[in-house]
Nanobody, 127 residues
Framework: QVQLVESGGGLVQAGGSLRLSCAPS????????MGWFRQAPGKEREFVAAFKWSGGGTSYADSVKGRFTISRDNAKNTLYLQMNSLKPEDTAVYYCAATITSWGLRHLNQLIGYDYWGQGTQVTVSS
């Protein structure tokens, strides 16, 4: 069974920073890309950022460009999301996800592009 485990969430003041981590556990699998999504109370889950394993290409939602950075540590097989200049509107549960198909590469900013999901980690930004 494949599991994705997120960590690093917490409470931070506006303007502060947090770094989220996501590591797979259980059965190993080949990944084409991984991404971060978030869901605020009463809202739909939305795309935040994605990282392509081949070539290291990245993409971001407009709302986080210039503030968030997605990266990967190959040795640790861990995905990161560095979040700087946090705003109260960044408050949400953050989920990491992985796609194991080339089809998913064409849908990295959509929920349907991913095959595995983590349980989420809460990020709360106070004003």
């Amino acid at each position: 069974q494949v599991q994705l485990v997120e960590s690093g969430g917490g409470l931070v003041q506006a303007g502060g920073s947090l770094r989220l981590s996501c590591a797979p556990s259980g059965r190993t699998f080949s990944t084409y890309a991984m991404g971060w999504f978030r869901q605020a109370p009463g809202k739909e889950r939305e795309f935040v950022a994605a990282f392509k394993w081949s070539g290291g290409g990245t993409s971001y939602a407009d709302s986080v460009k210039g503030r968030f950075t997605i990266s990967r540590d190959n040795a640790k097989n861990t995905l990161y999301l560095q979040m700087n200049s946090l705003k109260p509107e960044d408050t949400a549960v953050y989920y990491c996800a992985a796609t194991i198909t080339s089809w998913g590469l064409r849908h990295l900013n959509q929920l349907i592009g991913y095959d595995y999901w983590g349980q989420g980690t809460q990020v709360t930004v106070s004003s």
